[in-house]
């Protein structure tokens, strides 16, 4: 088992846009990244969940070439709104982190 924190050669989250959020899980070789979507962790429903919206608000990619997951999902709360703690959405890859990937 390994954590995201461990394996993966970036982790980061972005707007895209003021009411959704970018994710991304970048690899630096194609053995890890293979090895990581065999398993299946990295989906649509493990962003859902992490992140407290609807599996079907969630617009997930495998990019193989790339090496990269990518995820893009609703703000619960829109940037810049009252209640929104980052404005930039920079901090929000956090909770991906400490996924355990069987590897």
Known sequence: MALIRDIATV?????????????D???????TYRKVKATGVLSAD????????SPNA????????????????PRLVSAGDIGDTDVYGAQQHAPLLDVDIPV
């Open 58 to 73: 969630v617009q997930f990619t495998e990019y193989d070439a790339g090496l990269a997951f990518k995820a893009t999902l």
């Open 46 to 53: 493990l962003f859902a969940t992490l992140y407290s919206v």
């Open 25 to 31: 899980v970048v690899f630096d070789d194609a053995e």
């Open 11 to 23: 982790c980061k989250s972005k707007n895209a846009g003021p009411f959704e959020l970018t994710l």
